[in-house]
């Protein structure tokens, strides 16, 4: 950058009181470092327009309130933090805005920090219209922090974060012993973004401490901010210390929940969750002291258990500090759970989780639940919870009668867009009608709005191509969302396909073309995944230990494969397997649809992540109407560990046929899968199907199938003690003669 540094200050020095506050226009990472040295307060250093690609911005000093020090940009929005970057913040009465950090990530483990060093924490220091928009590293397993306060009396208000694929929570209040605990630190009107499932735990989008200080209270305030599909992990907000108020804040169709996860006397209240239905939305997780849920407006969440609409857990009789507090003391009132499926009371009740709640009330909050059910269930012992002045629409078989008033309610939206009952009688119960729920307006740099997510399959251009053409050329003039459209005929795949955009490759109606492969047919090297449509594989000469789509290590997460009315044909059953991906990527979607596979490997070979963390490579995996004959197996997809933090895997195989396939005793292995649903298909002369429980409260479905000459379906149970749960149902085993 060529602009020089301009100290307008010394300009109006000359004419004014010599302290008078500068402007420090810096153009390069040299000058910025000097300016920082002689900033005095009231003075702002502002980065001028442009990329700065590879800076560690350290950001010391000391302001006073009237007159803090300011590290800002020369146009909001125009400052670009790229590269290995990060930002520490130091001292007090500092403030940073208009900066946006994209296309990097950082060095380190956290991107803004608000201390220098461990020594040097930021106070009364605030971070306002700053951007971090997909600044992940691109191994998802590993870790930093987007955001981490420390010290006492910062404020994070008005800046937006989004796109946060790799591990680690994106904003985090840090608590250590030795550093100030009172940290009365306030997150208010931020734009949080989507964030897509992570698959493991560690995909918080706030936390508010760790268990080893939650005894203590941090008194921080997050209030009126967006989360939008923040679906990390169950845990949307992550509170592990006490007196903490989460007030106001929208939350649409974010996975997870709000979880009073560690510490005491916290306050939830006037904030409103819209679920529109999206699987596994939840509320309010309750857990430990004197917690306050009051006045909040929960519509359209379909999560259950640890998920649902509000939970109240059972404790660990004298629980170690990271297990399970027990709940005494709730106050539950004048919430309006409306079109929800779940509220679950004594929740994750077990050997371990045995004391109930005690000392608690539920009270004048409105019920109305999903589809005429009732939403509420007791996985426990209830008698320590005071029902009174609660209202339900009605519904058959009530599991709760004194305190929850059965009789019809009819709801009208407000001009809040929220619903609420038009008997007037029902006034004080429910939540309160001057919610206000906070805007897009309101919340984030008014500056700035995300790029559009990657094109879906099938909404670019379509290219034609005919017999003879490269593949491979034709990729490489290829943008995200196109479609290669083949004439009939053979097309020769000599080497991999690398594939960097969300692609389409289809035949054209009726053409059936056949892609020829000497080694392996794609590989997926980053961007949003590839569709196969109509044609046929042959790699019946693929020599040597292959994969034909192999996803490869640091392609951006999240991806999506998907085939329909693809035949392959191998060379031979067991070898080369199907789709294959490395460790620390993440598929959103991977479905098999109306297709042939012949004399191969484990079609879907998803058992990469082998650390016992929870970890895993599909969220959601579908097979449906497809055929499998003389394959190792279909799918061998693994998730390893007891961590109760993530939402999948989730697995569908329906209408398809099985023969001739297995290896080792099975030909579909399905290990620490969350949702499992296996019906309507047929195997023959096959090994079986195994489905290995490991953690939490596994939905197992293994229902009308048929099974000739192939062994019954088996489920094993790594944790649980007891009988192998899931639904059986409905399947013909005939026997192997
Ligand atoms: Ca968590």
New binding site residues.
Partial sequence: MQIKAILVGAMLASTAHPAWARDMLVSDQAQYRAAVKKAQPGDAIILADGEWRDFQIVFTGTGTAAKPITLTAQSKGKVLVTGQSNLRIGGQHLVVSGLVFKNGASPTGEVISFRRDSKTLASDTRVTEVVIDGFSKADRRAEDIWVALYGTGNRVDHSHFEGKTNSGVTLAVIRRAGDPLDNRHRIDHNYFGPRPPLGS????TIRIGTSEESLSASNTIVERNIFDRTSG???IV?VKSGGNILRENLVLEAQGAFVLRHGNGNLVERNIFLGKGVADTGGVRVINRDQTVRGNYFEGLAGTSFKSALSVMNGVPNSVINRYHQVANARIENNSVIDSARITLAAGADAERSAAPVDSKFERNLIVGAKGQDPFRAEGEIAGIAFAGNVEAKVEKPLLGVGVEQRDVILERAANGLLYPTDSALAAVGAPRDLKPVTREEVGASWYRGDPPEAAFGTGVTRPLTDGASLAQALAGAKAGDTLALAAGTYEVSAPLILRHRLTIAGVKDAKPVLRVASALADIAGGGGLRLENLAVDASSVSGEAALITVGSGAAPNYSIALDGVSVRGPGKGRVDGIVMAPGTFADDVKITNSDFAEMGVVVAATGEQEPKGWYPIERLTIADSNFARVAMVADLLRKGTDE?TFGPWFAMTGSRVAGSGRDGASLRISGAQHTEIAQNNFAKSDGILVIHSVGAPETRIASNAFAATPAPRIEELAWKGPPRGQVTGNVVEARP
């Fill in positions: 735990n560690g995909g918080e992990e169950v845990e992550s933090s």
